[in-house]
């Protein structure tokens, strides 16, 4: 819980002192995360849900997880950016996954018009482990700047039964999976499987550290691109 307080220096009966403020903090969540949650845009965050991404990751932020946590995310367009950093208590066997939710009738669809080159994503993993995104669809929407997914230094994150799409192909700085050269952005055991990847300059673009600084445990399999300008996929390291 968000409070905010002002200070005075009597408070007593005729004080005329000045108040100062706000001084702000946060109350520590009364329990770690688990279990399922929803995104769910027309109902305000409270309980077990969240309003957006944005609120949801607050809350992973702040808390922490003690076992496996999922996300249902309601039908309709959620228009934000989503940066996933370390997140406490993720392990191999405790993720955190964000998919549909079961009782949808249309696509759950995550989108942003990325305007810069280091706000280029809409989802990115930066520092992130151990996070799933599951048949989503995800839309970088912006007019030259398009990266869906974008890896900075993640272990253990899984992109499955994803549709994956830019706005065009005119640049090569629209991509719907991207992953951030050197060594200082090193991705490792991720799985890219059974997605759809459409537009773009390149479907997929993977650049690893170095040669001497190669990138490890990566899979890609069963995925499809199409409409794509240069390579369906390009790999480095």
Known sequence: TDYCVYVRGVCGVGDTSMYFGPHCFKTRCTSTM???????????????????????????????????????????????QVNISSILGTSTTNTVTFKPDPTNTTAAILEFPATTSIGNYVVQFDGADNIIFDSLTVNATGASYGYGFRFMNADYVTIKNCNINCASNTSSLQV??????????????????????????????????????????????????????????????
């Open 176 to 237: 719907p999976i991207y992953n951030q050269s050197g060594v200082a952005n090193m991705t490792q055991n991720c799985t890219i499987e059974n997605n759809t990847m459409t537009k773009g300059y390149y479907a997929m673009y993977w650049y690893g550290g170095s040669t001497t600084a190669k990138e490890i445990g990566n899979v890609v399999k069963n995925n499809s691109f199409t409409g794509f300008y240069y390579y369906g996929v390009r790999f480095y390291y």
């Open 34 to 80: 688990s279990g399922i949650y929803t995104i769910n845009s027309a109902v305000a965050t409270g309980g077990t849900n969240y309003a957006s991404f944005a609120d949801a990751m607050n809350a992973l932020y702040s808390c922490g997880i003690s076992a496996p946590t999922t996300f249902h995310v309601k039908q309709g367009t959620y228009t934000e």
